[in-house]
């Protein structure tokens, strides 16, 4: 008997997938690999029930003669292992991102006379109206509000994305990159208050009151499921901030980073240039304590953010602070830095992994822009955030869109560089 091969990664099983099975059992035995947590999360299909629940689905199709563990998108483990005579994929696969997934199929089963089938795709309003489901399932607060804790256990770094609104988020959300032969997205959001303030056109100093930042991950949140992680600036009076934790929690952001300065904030990218005071390491414990105290789930998270080395206090006074917070119940440390070199940053995560292994450490390479994500996972880090690339991209370009419309008193000129109305339109999911 002939073995033909398919991947699941789904929570339902729709017409869809009977149809492919169906299709599968003319070919011979059908064998479906069940793509693990972590590998499902890279792939963009993030779960939401257990990888065994996900298994016993398909176990129960009588059309299935065995379900197995995959553990990589690509084929080439169950390759190895299974030898399949054939890999069987909706045609969905033949492009966009996922031809890379068929181009590795078929490279591998070439080897041995092995086939990839396309089968058509099955594209009706109850596949549709399934997937929207599960979509909107990831948007409740009780799925997206734990996905940060779920992302740290199941991935070496987490890649975190400023956004600002719901396009931003929108594109955040939904690009998947195709690099060397891997598919590759953002995991999490960064709602930073430097890029939230200045789409606002207001300086950063905690001018932008919360009822007006909870307006911008509201935006965000309609259209998106992936996590956020939410710059709280200082977090303000404590007895303000417990309000504000209460708030985020319940509208299902994941963490919210606090940093440790006090008066009136200034951006941390100017560093000493302008006045900033730290916060003592008492009154920011204590802060973090009440804080901690007033979350109603164990899924919400409370970063503290050290402001030493921007501040040019010293890698001890660092060290000593994370030390402090991490023991007043913060959940991760963020440690910033404005050097364009990464040494010090590298050297802190070094330093504090000497005794901490398991608190989470972010890191928003601004400045030291050199690192990759594969030296600081060697470092120790969880959570990298670019956190305003978005906007410091978008700026330029509309600037000269701007000043040629204004040079050249009509549009023509510029738009080459435009995105056409349609493609943007399809960016927009409708109900
Ligand atoms: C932000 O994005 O608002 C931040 C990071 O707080 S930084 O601008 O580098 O201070
Ligand atoms: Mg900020």
Redesign the pocket.
């Known amino acids: 008997m002939k073995k033909v091969y398919t991947c699941f990664c789904t929570d339902v099983i729709h017409e869809g997938h009977l149809n492919l099975i169906s299709q599968a059992k003319k070919y011979g035995d059908v064998i479906v690999g069940i793509l693990t947590d972590e590998a499902m999360i890279r792939f963009n299909r993030f779960p939401t029930i257990s990888f065994e629940e996900r298994m016993n689905l398909v176990r129960e199709l009588s059309d299935v003669s065995e379900v197995v563990v995959q553990e990589d998108i690509l084929y080439n483990q169950v390759v190895r292992d299974i030898r399949p005579d054939y890999i069987i994929h909706g045609d969905n696969w033949c492009e966009g991102p996922l031809r890379t997934l068929r181009d590795n199929a078929e490279v591998l089963l070439q080897e041995y006379g092995g086939q990839v089938i396309d089968v058509p795709y099955t594209y009706s309003e109850e596949v549709k109206r399934i997937d929207q489901q599960i979509k909107e399932k990831l948007s409740m607060p009780e799925y997206r509000r734990k996905r940060l804790r779920q992302l740290l256990r199941l991935s070496p770094i987490v890649k975190t994305m400023?956004v600002h609104s719901g396009l931003t988020g929108l594109l955040v959300e939904k690009t998947v990159v195709e690099n060397h032969g891997e598919l590759d997205q953002f995991d999490a959001m960064w709602i930073?208050?430097?890029?939230d303030s200045t789409a606002k056109g207001k300086p950063?100093i905690e001018l932008v009151d919360m009822t007006s930042r909870f307006r911008t991950i509201d935006d965000v949140m309609e259209v998106t499921t992936k996590p956020i992680i939410f710059?709280g600036d200082t977090g303000g009076l404590i007895e303000h901030f417990v309000y504000t934790v209460r708030t985020l929690e319940r509208m299902g952001v994941s963490a919210v980073i606090i940093e440790d300065k006090t008066g009136l904030k200034r951006?941390?990218?100017f560093g000493t240039e302008v006045e900033q005071t730290q916060d003592s390491i008492e009154h920011f414990c204590e802060k973090i304590r009440a804080g901690k105290r007033i979350q109603l789930t164990d899924d919400f998270m409370i970063i503290a953010r050290i402001e030493s080395l921007i501040l040019e206090r010293g890698m001890e006074d660092a060290l000593t602070r994370a030390e402090a917070y991490a023991a007043a119940g913060a959940d991760g440390i963020m440690i910033?830095s404005r050097k364009k070199n990464p040494a010090e940053i590298l050297e802190f995560c070094d330093q504090f992994r000497e005794t901490d292994r398991e608190t989470p450490i972010v890191v928003?390479p601004?400045s030291f822009n050199s690192v990759t994500e594969e030296e600081l996972i060697r470092h120790g880090v969880n959570i990298v955030i670019y956190?305003?690339q978005l906007t410091r991209s978008a700026f330029p370009a509309m600037e000269q869109t701007v000043k040629d419309i204004l040079k050249y008193h009509r549009a023509q000129e510029v738009d080459d560089r435009l995105m056409p109305i349609k493609d943007i339109l399809t960016l927009i999911d409708e109900l």
């Not at 930073?192 to 890029?195: D, V």
């Open positions: 400023e930073s208050s430097l890029c950063d710059d951006n941390s990218l910033h928003v601004s956190a305003n």
